[in-house]
């Protein structure tokens, strides 16, 4: 793996620390903002693997699996996890809705799962990483 891809896929696995720091300090939606990110970055990550650019602003996570898939790359470790989920918690973490602060949106059950599918998202990345070839 060259050092670009790499960076991103570091930096993937230094937002889930954060997220998961986040969560065990009551800070639900930052932690669920940060889980999208490093499932952002490790796909990205991937697709600079492949020689190609990553979208430079995209938090659609399927968008950017598809971009994966039509490269190639074998995404099924990826199609039962909920990203889309994930997708929408990279704006609703950050922005208020209506009179409705993200701090209070989350709860810690959805908070979780969020990191745990980012934990997910980066084992298939450092998975892929590790096949022959």
Same mark, same amino acid.
């Given at each position: $793996?060259?050092?670009?891809?790499?960076?991103?896929?570091?930096?993937?696995?230094?937002? /889930?620390?954060?997220?998961?720091?986040?969560?065990?300090?009551?800070?639900?939606?930052?932690?669920?903002?940060?889980?999208?990110?490093?499932?952002?970055?490790?796909?990205?990550?991937?697709?600079?693997?492949?020689?190609?650019? #990553?979208?430079?602003?995209?938090?659609?996570?399927?968008? /950017?699996? *598809?971009?994966? *898939?039509?490269?190639?790359?074998?995404?099924? #470790?990826?199609?039962?996890?909920?990203?889309?989920?994930?997708?929408? $918690?990279?704006?609703?973490?950050?922005?208020?809705?209506?009179?409705?602060?993200? &701090?209070? /949106?989350?709860?810690? &059950?959805?908070?979780?799962?969020?990191?745990?599918? #980012?934990?997910?998202? %980066?084992?298939? %990345?450092?998975?892929?990483?590790?096949?022959?070839?």
């Amino acid at each position: $793996m060259n050092a670009r891809p790499q960076a991103w896929l570091a930096q993937a696995r230094s937002d /889930l620390d954060l997220a998961q720091l986040a969560c065990r300090n009551g800070f639900l939606a930052q932690a669920c903002y940060f889980a999208s990110q490093a499932a952002e970055k490790a796909l990205k990550s991937a697709l600079l693997e492949l020689g190609l650019e #990553a979208p430079p602003h995209t938090p659609v996570l399927g968008d /950017l699996l *598809q971009r994966l *898939q039509v490269a190639g790359l074998d995404t099924a #470790a990826f199609q039962t996890l909920p990203l889309k989920a994930l997708s929408r $918690m990279a704006i609703t973490s950050r922005y208020p809705i209506d009179a409705t602060p993200p &701090a209070e /949106l989350f709860d810690r &059950a959805e908070t979780e799962q969020a990191i745990a599918v #980012a934990a997910a998202v %980066i084992a298939a %990345i450092e998975a892929l990483d590790r096949q022959p070839g």
